[in-house]
């Protein structure tokens, strides 16, 4: 799985040292100062020490405007086959015959955005599956720096005493809510950037002045 890092002199564990001591933005910084990384996973089940990665997408955001000549969705070879998660996320085994290494598409995460603020719509899966992929490939975890756009949804909604009802946080229904474009559910590239559309859309609806601090908050 490593054998495009074998002529490598530099420890695996230093792509992710380095990327850990990288200084992130203080809590200060406004929003619109501040460069984040959308991401979004399809996996194999949610069992971070069990399943698998198969497929990762990201779009940057920096000055409140996607970028979407760094938007990268790649496919990722698994060890197991991907099973029944097809129904969820619609790749086959037949579709990995160009996938690359996890080892190589996390390489290339963590050493093009370090300082990055990680996003996510119910990050907590993405992260835990980032920090033990990491683990396991690098002999070090990965600190990755997240906020929700789901948990945000939610504080919006309840500072306006609206009452939620079933699946009302779901990313669909969170981008109907906010006259948002659909795309395609499960598929890693459009969903990391319909969350983008998201953010973007929640940052309009708050205050001019909303920093990264208020944001942590929201996402807890």
């Known amino acids: 799985m490593l054998g495009w890092l074998s002529n490598k002199t530099t420890p695996l564990s230093h792509i992710v040292q380095t990327f850990n001591q990288h200084a992130l933005p203080p809590g200060s910084v406004l929003a619109r100062d501040c460069p984040f990384?959308?991401?979004?996973?399809?996996?194999?089940?949610?069992?971070?020490?069990?399943?698998?990665?198969?497929?990762?997408?990201?779009v940057p955001v920096r000055q409140y405007e996607i970028v979407l000549s760094e938007a990268?969705?790649?496919?990722?070879?698994?060890?197991?086959s991907v099973g029944q998660s097809a129904i969820f996320h619609g790749l086959h085994d037949k579709d990995f015959d160009e996938a690359l290494d996890l080892a190589e598409v996390l390489t290339e995460l963590m050493q093009r955005y370090a300082g990055y603020i990680f996003v996510a719509h119910h990050c907590q899966l993405d992260c835990r599956f980032l920090e033990v992929a990491s683990q396991r490939i690098f002999g070090k975890a990965a600190?990755?720096?997240?906020?929700?756009?789901?948990?945000?949804?939610?504080?919006?909604?309840?500072?306006?005493?609206?009452?939620?009802?079933?699946?009302?946080?779901?990313?669909p229904q969170c981008l109907s809510r906010h006259k948002l474009?659909?795309?395609?559910?499960?598929?890693?590239?459009?969903?990391?950037?319909?969350?983008?559309?998201?953010l973007l859309s929640q940052l309009k609806h708050s205050h001019a002045e909303i920093t990264l601090a208020d944001l942590q908050l929201q996402s807890r």
Not at 37 to 58: C, F, M, P, R, Y
Request: charged share 20%.
């Open 181 to 198: 474009p659909q795309s395609s559910q499960h598929h890693a590239l459009a969903d990391a950037y319909s969350c983008a559309l998201l």
């Open 37 to 58: 990384l959308v991401i979004d996973l399809e996996l194999t089940g949610l069992n971070a020490k069990q399943d698998h990665i198969v497929s990762l997408g990201w």
């Open 143 to 171: 600190k990755f720096s997240f906020i929700d756009t789901l948990n945000i949804e939610l504080y919006r909604l309840q500072k306006q005493g609206i009452v939620m009802k079933k699946d009302a946080l779901r990313l």
């Open 72 to 80: 990268r969705h790649y496919l990722v070879h698994s060890p197991v």
